[in-house]
Nanobody
Framework: QVQLLESGGGLVQTGVSLRLSCAGS????????MAWFRQAPGKEREFVAR????????DYTDSVKGRFTISRDNAKNTVYLQMDSLKPEDTAIYYC???????????????WGQGTQVTVSS
């Protein structure tokens, strides 16, 4: 079992950077693929980025490619999302998820955090 807690969200202006963190607990954390999702008001949950347990593989949705970077530090049981050049359309609640396999991590996971709010003003 894995428990996840996101942090690092806030209110920023267009063009600013933020780094989100997702801290995990559980002895098996390092074996899980990790992913970030987001949900904006009135919209469905959207996949943002994912990373394999060894950091060998990463994947991003088209709208954030070149701006966002996902990484993880298994020694600290933490996954990060570095967000650069933020735009108003990035405004959403961001969630991290742990998945047993990298293959299925683009659509969801077995464990979810509570979310952290990111608001980008124009």
């Amino acid at each position: 079992q894995v428990q996840l807690l996101e942090s690092g969200g806030g209110l920023v202006q267009t063009g600013v950077s933020l780094r989100l963190s997702c801290a995990g607990s559980g002895r098996s954390f390092s074996t899980y693929a990790m992913a970030w999702f987001r949900q904006a008001p009135g919209k469905e949950r959207e996949f943002v980025a994912r990373i394999s347990w060894s950091s060998e593989s990463t994947d991003y949705t088209d709208s954030v490619k070149g701006r966002f970077t996902i990484s993880r530090d298994n020694a600290k049981n933490t996954v990060y999302l570095q967000m650069d050049s933020l735009k108003p359309e990035d405004t959403a609640i961001y969630y991290c998820a742990a998945s047993r396999t990298y293959r299925t991590s683009r659509t969801g996971g077995q464990y979810w955090g509570q979310g952290t709010q990111v608001t980008v003003s124009s």
